[in-house]
């Protein structure tokens, strides 16, 4: 079932387009990964989603309801940790996860308080003389511990140490356990990998590239070294391999799915030396961002570039 929505969704600002006709849906139960480089409209989607921004153009929904025209229910179903949380300077860290769990009908003081012993938090501190990665922990543990049935975190391992993210991965993935649903942008890669089931790529505002990380994590790189002049892939192995590079001796290959038909023929070329890697999300958001062509306009355009 869809529990989020969006079609054409634009978003100008005066003559900047910050967010392109997007168009997407979400999974209930999906861990949803947002990447993209700096500027490329993953905050204005998030925002927009929130009703906090007036689309330009084109149609968002969560949970059914429209997320500008009933921007109440949609926020009732939502849980957003913001890339720049702001919380209130004069309260200790206990009366803020007091307040905000009586705020929301899906919070709870006691969940947040056992999160913050969770990240060790000092809940006696007041906000203002906290430091940035505790003021950032301080809203993990509000948005983290309110059940709604989606959670939106903007950057949320910003400013962590990496204990502190850790565990908040850990969270990540309680949630997930939960079948609930989670939207997360992230610059760290690897994150993404560890909790995303499905990612989308953004450039200057368009969505460029839909990514299943169980596809991701078939697919593979193999460098060889060999002697021979004729490398020919043979006309079966075609379908699913590609030879990406070649230097001199050194070959460079990527496939996806079954390894065995592929690694029993290079088996019979008795190459000096193979090297099998897993492609990783880095290898594809390398090839999506310095691509040299032109930003394409579908998704669907973007995964035949890619592939
Ligand atoms: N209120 C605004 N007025 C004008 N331009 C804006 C506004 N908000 C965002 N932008 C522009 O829209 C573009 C997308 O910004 P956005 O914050 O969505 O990017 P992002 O992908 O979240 O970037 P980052 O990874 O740096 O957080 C940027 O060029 C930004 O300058």
């Given at each position: 079932m869809s529990i989020v929505e969006t079609h054409a969704l634009t978003k100008r600002f005066g003559d900047f387009i910050?967010?392109?006709r997007c168009s997407l849906t979400v999974q209930s139960g999906d861990v949803f990964g947002l990447l993209g480089p700096n500027g490329a409209g993953k905050t204005t989607l998030l925002r927009t989603l929130l009703g906090f921004l007036r689309p330009t153009s084109g149609t968002a929904s969560i949970c059914g309801h429209d997320v500008f025209s009933e921007s109440l229910a949609v926020r009732q179903n939502v849980a957003y940790l913001p890339g720049d949380a702001r919380l209130p300077r004069h309260m200790r860290g206990r009366s803020v996860l007091r307040f905000f769990s009586d705020l929301h009908p899906l919070g709870s003081t006691e969940r947040s308080l056992a999160l913050a012993d969770r990240f060790e938090l000092d809940l006696q501190r007041r906000v203002g003389f906290m430091s940035t990665g505790m003021r950032q922990k301080l809203a993990l543990c509000v948005v983290l511990s309110t059940q709604s049935p989606i959670v939106i975190l903007d950057e949320p391992t910003a400013n962590l140490d990496p204990s502190v993210r850790k565990a908040v991965l850990e969270q990540v993935e309680q949630i997930r356990d939960a079948g609930r649903t989670v939207i997360l942008s992230s610059h760290v890669l690897s994150e993404i990998e560890q909790v995303c089931n499905r990612v989308v790529f953004l450039r200057r505002g368009q969505l460029v590239l839909e990514q299943s990380i169980a596809a991701l994590k078939n697919q593979h790189r193999i460098v060889i070294w060999i002697d021979?002049?004729?490398f020919d892939i043979p006309q079966s192995l075609q379908q699913r391999v590609t030879q990406t590079s070649r230097d001199g001796d050194r070959i460079v290959l990527e496939t996806d799915g079954d390894l065995v038909p592929l690694l029993s023929w290079l088996a019979t070329l008795a190459p000096r030396e193979l090297r099998l890697e897993p492609l990783g999300i880095e290898a594809i958001y390398d090839r999506v961002h310095h691509a040299e062509t032109e930003a394409v306009g579908t998704m669907n355009d973007a995964a035949q570039e890619v592939a």
């Open positions: 910050a967010l392109d021979e002049d004729l």
